[in-house]
């Protein structure tokens, strides 16, 4: 006997409500009493509990305890310092004999004084003006340019004028003085 294809959709419907209802049954049909025992069949026995009056003391004495401190910087990770005994200073026997390094030359001077910078054509280069020791000669140098055959001039800013000896490759800076007040 041939089955119709609605006949054959309603017994694989049955059959799939008869396997959930299976399921269900194994996972929620025996009872929450069972599932929260624990152990199915055993008796009951209680909890093995502490007596917490020594935890419950311990935590108050805690509370009311102050902090000490010890000398060491709860904030900075690491090792405290140990100061231990100061070595004494080991004097040689013979002082160093010998050549000795040259000293360093001294640092690069400037004998003039700043007294001001400028641009003569506008957006041009900044040029400084510098005022000889004895107040009778005025030059006007720019950046890189050669003054007293061995000072070049680096930069010329707001504030001060940066210039190098080229003898001795030092550098140095002077200032911007003010004019005196009349």
């Known amino acids: 006997?041939?089955?119709?294809?609605?006949?054959?959709?309603?017994?694989?419907?049955?059959?799939?409500v008869a396997i959930a209802g299976i399921v269900w049954y194994a996972y929620f049909g025996k009872g929450s009493a069972a599932r929260a025992?624990?152990?199915?069949?055993?008796?009951?026995?209680p909890i093995n509990a502490q007596d917490y009056t020594q935890i419950i003391t311990g935590l108050k004495e805690t509370q009311t305890a102050e902090y000490k401190s010890v000398g060491r910087n709860i904030f900075v990770m690491g090792p405290i310092p140990v100061e231990g005994p100061k070595a004494a200073e080991v004097k040689p026997p013979y002082p160093n004999q010998g050549p000795h390094p040259d000293p360093p030359p001294p640092p690069a001077d400037?004998?003039?004084?700043f007294f001001g910078y400028g641009m003569l054509p506008a957006g041009g280069p900044r040029q400084a003006f510098l005022k000889d020791a004895n107040g009778d000669d005025v030059?006007?140098?720019s950046e890189g340019?050669?003054?007293l055959n061995?000072?070049?001039?680096?930069?010329?800013?707001?504030?001060?004028l940066d210039f190098e000896d080229i003898n001795t490759g030092q550098k140095g800076s002077k200032t911007l003085e003010a004019p005196p007040a009349a």
């Open 1 to 16: 006997m041939a089955q119709t294809k609605q006949q054959k959709e309603l017994l694989v419907l049955a059959a799939l």
């Open 37 to 45: 025992g624990g152990a199915a069949g055993g008796a009951y026995t």
């Open 110 to 113: 400037l004998p003039m004084v």
């Open 139 to 141: 030059h006007i140098v």
């Open 145 to 147: 340019d050669l003054l």
């Open 150 to 160: 061995h000072i070049r001039i680096l930069h010329i800013g707001n504030e001060k």
